[in-house]
């Protein structure tokens, strides 16, 4: 059970920005992270930008930390999770990645019959992708999205350290 009460958005967004503060500044990425929450309040998963090999973002991270959990590829973790999770990332769930990797979205799509909501703190800035759609492509599936305010410029200030100011 987490020390976070129940409910505490922005304690669990706080969270999520400890995770990011452990990314690694650099020029061509955000400093993203992510926690996952299951019903009870149990926190399940963290994760950071580049936390594990092959530029991962940080929702990235926490779903392939929970499928070594179960033992299962990442493509099969809906067969193992609860349904009512909540996932708390600072950064908008990117809808394309220049890497060629899966795009945060399109993961948590394939999970959405276990995560119900995702909080962000901030909507992707158009830094590296332009009109990110991730917010308006997990609504159009049915997973809500709700926006936690307070934390805005603190977290872009992480997300963007690393990047040249012009």
Do not use: W
């Not at 600072?90 to 995560?115: D, F």
């Not at 936690?148 to 997300?159: F, P, T």
Request: glycine content about 8%.
């Amino acid at each position: 059970m987490s020390t976070i009460q129940p409910g505490d958005h922005q304690a669990y967004m706080r969270l999520a920005l400890e995770q990011a503060q452990k990314s690694p500044p650099k020029p061509t990425n955000f400093r993203v992270g992510a926690v996952v929450v299951d019903a009870s309040n149990n926190i399940l998963a963290t994760g950071y930008t580049l936390e594990l090999p092959g530029n991962t973002h940080a929702e990235q991270c926490c779903f392939l930390k929970l499928a070594e959990q179960h033992g299962v590829p990442e493509e099969k973790l809906q067969d193992v999770l609860p349904s009512g999770l909540s996932l708390y990332t600072t950064m908008e769930p990117c809808s394309k990645r220049l890497s060629g990797n899966l795009p945060c979205v399109e993961r948590v799509l394939r999970l959405k019959a276990c995560i119900k909501t995702v909080y962000v703190g901030v909507m992707e800035p158009e830094t590296f992708v332009a009109s990110n759609t991730g917010k308006k492509s997990l609504q159009d599936a049915g997973v809500e999205v709700v926006h936690v305010s307070g934390l805005e410029d603190e977290l872009l200030r992480v997300a963007t350290a690393g990047h040249t100011q012009g």
